[in-house]
């Protein structure tokens, strides 16, 4: 292979964007052909005397420029020409997305498969019937048909609810607030697990509630340590989420949940359980809401199949915590947006979102395969991971020499962005030497592929280092 070299004379701004505009030229005059070979990053780095990282971030902006396409194990090829598509919002939307840092650290859905759906619910709304009873307020008749959606989505959760104990909220976190506010006081004792979504956290304090970590295991929370601590500490509630844990990944089994139900219904705590991800692996075991529906606030949202910005959660929870719940749902924002709540109870009572939800699923897979192919490529070391085929994220635990806050930094000078264990840890002592990588944000498949190469380039040379100070 002849290695291409980029001319940069007569260019200015960025070196990287200066190697990216020559690379685009000689595409264009043909002078790179449809699938010709680009050196190595390191190569080419060398011998126009510049950093590889100059180098890598060029090939990265090129992967968004639909320029180049990477192969794993393989290297980076000349994309063959494609048809213009038209630059509608989606098309804008996902340019916005292939600038800047390569984002791992947001636990989100894969946008996209959403946008032609809620376009077309929208239509629907548009030339349907009189829109007066979604643009006031509204009253317990006027819910009946989103309470019917909300129940229709729960069974499909695996959580049985009547009417009486179902609420929209305004997402997932709305409703945990909600939970928190309306079952808490000030002085009471939260539990949650060690590693937890941090937001629960802030809440609880602005509350004035204390908080408390129930120890973890690489199988989830204890059981025989939530029951210490209801012995010795006599908390109200426990928040946790049993399914596809945030940060770790771990889906509790069917026998831990079923004793931790018993524990809670035994010393009269309220479980607030976020299942949040329950769409993404209807496999999992039996909720905690079916285990103890007396004692359970079952959290669940629209946000991770089918679109966060539709801001649609819902809660359920034993009629006698209800009037707590709906009090500080009303005092918090006094209703859920009724033209938002229309367009989710639509795309769930048409059937369109358990579509959604499989479409993430199988795109949850497909991300999960291409990451092991690159962190734990076939005939490489094996890198230690813990991740669910059907989990938008991943649980990275670091070598014994290297921190997370100066790996993380590491990775901010690669351009990759991701979360460190200590974003998790309800106290110091329980933050591990971890991060998390999210596969779903990034839209632009070649984007994620060269933040975990970058990744695994990083762990790959700590590594190295580590063995010559041996």
């Known amino acids: 292979m002849a290695i291409w070299l980029p001319n940069l004379n007569g260019r200015s701004g960025p070196k990287y964007l200066q190697i990216v505009e020559a690379m685009a030229e000689d595409i264009a005059t043909g002078r790179l052909a449809p699938g010709a070979q680009l050196p190595p990053h390191r190569e080419l780095a060398y011998q126009i005397g510049v950093s590889a ?15 180049l396409r990477g192969e794993v194990g393989r ?22 997305n292939a600038q800047g840092p390569i984002d791992l650290s947001r636990n989100l859905p894969l946008a996209g498969f959403s946008q032609p759906h ?40 695996g959580v049985g609810a009547t009417g009486a104990e179902v609420m929209t909220t305004v997402g997932g976190q709305h409703a945990l607030f909600c939970a928190l506010a309306g079952v808490l006081k000030t002085g009471d004792l939260l539990l949650t697990e060690a590693l937890t979504y941090m937001p629960v956290q802030a809440i609880a304090e602005r509350l004035g509630v204390a908080t408390a970590a129930v120890t973890m295991d690489s199988q989830g ?8 601590l209801c012995r010795h ?25 079923a004793e931790i139900a018993e524990i809670a219904a035994r010393h009269d705590v309220i479980l607030i359980e976020d299942d949040v991800f329950a769409p993404l692996k209807p496999d999992r075991p039996a909720p905690l809401a079916t285990h103890a529906p007396d004692h359970t606030i079952y959290v669940t949202s629209l946000s991770k199949s089918v679109a966060p910005g539709l801001r649609v959660g819902i809660l359920k929870a034993p009629q006698r915590l209800m009037p707590a719940l709906r009090h500080s749902a009303n005092f918090s924002l006094w209703m859920a947006p009724p033209l938002t709540a229309e367009i989710g109870a639509r795309l769930i009572l048409d059937g369109t979102a358990e579509i959604l939800a499989e479409q993430q699923r199988r795109a949850a897979r497909h991300r999960q395969t291409l990451a092991r192919s690159i962190l734990s490529p076939p005939g490489a070391a094996p890198m230690f991971y813990q991740a669910d085929p059907q989990g938008l ?20 000078q690669s351009e990759v962005l991701i979360s460190e264990g200590r974003s998790f840890a309800i106290t110091p002592k329980d933050a591990p030497e971890a991060v998390r990588l999210c596969l779903s944000h990034e839209v632009c498949e070649g984007r994620l592929m060269i933040g975990l190469q970058r990744i695994a380039h990083l762990l790959r040379e700590s590594r190295k280092s580590h063995a010559l100070q041996i």
């Open 221 to 228: 929370v204890q059981p025989e340590a939530f029951a210490t």
């Open 118 to 157: 809620i376009r077309q619910a929208l239509q629907a709304l548009s030339e349907g019937s009189d829109l007066s009873p979604l643009l006031d307020y509204q009253s317990d008749a006027d819910l009946d048909r989103h309470t019917e959606a909300w129940q229709r989505w729960l069974a499909y959760c």
């Open 53 to 67: 990282n100059t180098t890598s971030r060029a090939y990265a902006e090129a992967v968004t420029r639909a320029l």
């Open 75 to 96: 290297g980076s090829f000349v994309r063959s020409p494609e048809p213009m598509a038209p630059q509608d919002g989606a098309a804008n939307s996902l340019r916005r």
């Open 393 to 412: 994220h991943l649980w990275l635990p670091l070598p014994a020499d290297l921190r997370a806050d100066v790996f993380r930094t590491q990775c901010a």
């Open 233 to 257: 500490a006599k908390p109200r509630a426990f928040y946790l989420t049993p399914t596809l844990q945030a940060p770790t990944t771990v889906t509790l089994d069917g026998e831990r949940r």
